[in-house]
């Protein structure tokens, strides 16, 4: 069992800035994928940003070059660097995590506001 708890969320004028987080705990070293989907009450939960235990990374189209994720596998850390934000991309996001055997566990989310 792994748990996963976002934090960094909150309400960003358009072009600004926010750095999520999501910290790992219970058993840990079963993690192999981490990353970040977005959900809003209208579209279905997407893809945002996913990153391997080898550092392969990809990438929503909507996102690429704007977004970036980086992780810390020594606590384990994940983090999405959020830059040049549009009101497109306020959402829940939830932080997800793949393990070795194929389990997938999800995060309770955080909520990204950007304000036009």
């Known amino acids: 069992q792994v748990q996963l708890v976002e934090s960094g969320g909150g309400l960003v004028q358009v072009w600004g800035s926010l750095r999520l987080s999501c910290a790992a705990s219970g058993d840990i070293r079963t993690i192999n994928v981490m990353g970040w989907y977005r959900q809003t009450p209208t579209k279905q939960r997407e893809l945002v940003a996913q990153?391997?235990?080898?550092?392969?990374?990809k990438y929503a189209d909507s996102v690429r070059g704007r977004y970036t994720i980086s992780r810390d596998n020594a606590k384990p850390l994940v983090y999405l660097q959020m830059n040049s934000l549009k009101p497109e991309d306020t959402a829940v996001y939830y932080c997800?995590?793949?393990?070795?055997?194929?389990?997938?566990?999800w995060g309770q989310g955080t909520q990204v506001t950007v304000s036009s």
């Open positions: 990153v391997r235990s080898n550092n392969i990374t």
């Open positions: 997800q995590c793949i393990t070795w055997g194929l389990s997938t566990y």
